[in-house]
Every structure is written in C-alpha cells, then in structure tokens.
C-alpha cells in the first residue's frame, strides 16, 4: 500500500473541562464564606472575587492567608499561586483556615526594599572594594538577576536540644547558609542549611508559647529537614531576633 492511500485517523480532541471545588474562607471577625471555584483560581482571583462579592473597595492590601493553627504558623499566599494545591497539602486531620483580610504591607518590598534590609546587611558575596553601595546593590537585586548577599544573627534549634542558639547565617542566591565559627564567610567555615526552591515562609503566631522560641519574631519554612531547626511536621524553625535587640555586629 502506498503512503498516499493510507488514511490516518487522528484521536478525538475532548475538550478540557476544569473541575470546581467548595473552599471556605474566614474574615477577622471569624465569619466565613463557602465559595465554588475552578481548580485553577490563584489566590489573587479569590481576592477579586470576594471584593467584588463583599463590595469592598479594592486598594490592592487584600490578601489570602494560609493558617495553621496546630502549630501556630501563618503565610501570606502569593497572588499566582492555586489555592487547591495550597489546599491539598492540609492533612485530613488538621484544622487549618484560609484567611481574608488586609495586609497593608503586601507589596511594601518592592516600593520600599531598603527598609527590609539595613545597610550593615547587604553585600555581594564577591568583594566589590566599596564600589558599590548597599543601596545600589539592591536596587541591582530589584532590577535584574544579580543577587546580593543578605547576613545577620538569628535563632535556631537544633533538632533534639532544647536550648536555642544565636547563629550567624547567611542568604544567597543558592539557598540559606551558616557560620561555624563567628562571622567567618570562609567556604570551610560555612554549612548548607536549606534551599528555597520549593518552600514557602511561614510566620510564627505563638512561637514562644508553643515552642520555647527565645522571641516574638519567628518565621520557618517548609524544607527537608537540616541539623539547625526545630523540626515540626517537615518545618524548619529559625527564630529571628526581635525588632528592639536587632542584629549583632
């Protein structure tokens, strides 16, 4: 048989239909609001939808919170992400919450990085010579792919310990570092502590209360577990300083 006389069949083209999903979100007064949505809203539709259903006024502070009350833990969930995904990382067993409400400081980073990294903060991790400010570096960070160098002090625990301890950590573009000896930055002197490739921040509600913390200001992230963290639930626990102690030099 020729080519020219074989009849080829193609598969039949079944249009994709997106399955709707009930998901209930609670306002700071603790009352709730069960919405159907598609699989694929992000949180920023969610927000949308619940302004333009509360007739609220929208000044671009509305956000969707993830919290998690078992372990006194709270994030912002980021505009693109799907809430279903955020969803189906809940255990069957947990009672965890969508919150909506306003975060005035939602996009406060980007029109006002400088108050979110000091001076004494920021540097590259290869030496500039005070060639390059630490204004300048940041609005480089802001502006293309260079990555600046973010270090300071902070709290962790290591697993199975109850003591906390003050740490010198480390934040570059290849993920989150510490010091075993003082400030030193020397290769043999620093130790992987996590990646962020696929993490999320979570804030802490309680942290004293509920884990010892040796602070108010608390965040953690969810990662494979490292030696230096408090371990709950695959979470890892760095304790920040407080605002009024602020960072060692």
Known sequence: MSLSARRVTLP?????????????????????????????ITARDVCQLLILKNHYIDDHSWTLFEHLPHV??????????LVIEV???????????????KNYAKYEFFKNPMYFFPEHMV?????????????????????????????????????????WKKIYFLLRRSGLYFSTKGTSKEPRHLQ???????????????????????????FCFKVLPSRYALTINNVLWPSSLTK????ET
């Open 192 to 218: 992987f502590f996590s990646e962020f490739g696929n993490s999320d921040i979570y804030v802490s509600l309680a942290g004293k209360k509920k884990h010892g913390a040796p602070t108010n200001y608390g």
């Open 87 to 101: 969803l189906s990382n809940w255990g069957m067993e947990e009672e965890n919450k969508l919150y909506f409400r």
């Open 123 to 163: 540097s590259f991790a290869t030496e500039t010579n005070g060639e390059i400010s630490p204004t300048q570096i940041l609005q480089m960070f802001l502006s293309s792919s260079t990555y600046p160098e973010i270090h300071g002090f902070l709290h962790a625990k290591e697993q199975g310990k109850k003591s």
């Open 72 to 81: 006194g833990l709270e994030r912002t969930i980021e505009d693109h992400e």
């Open 244 to 247: 009024r102690e602020g960072p």
């Open 12 to 40: 039949a083209i079944t249009p994709i239909v997106l399955q709707k999903r009930v998901i209930k979100v609670y306002s700071e007064d603790e009352t709730s609001r069960a919405l159907e949505v598609p699989s694929d």
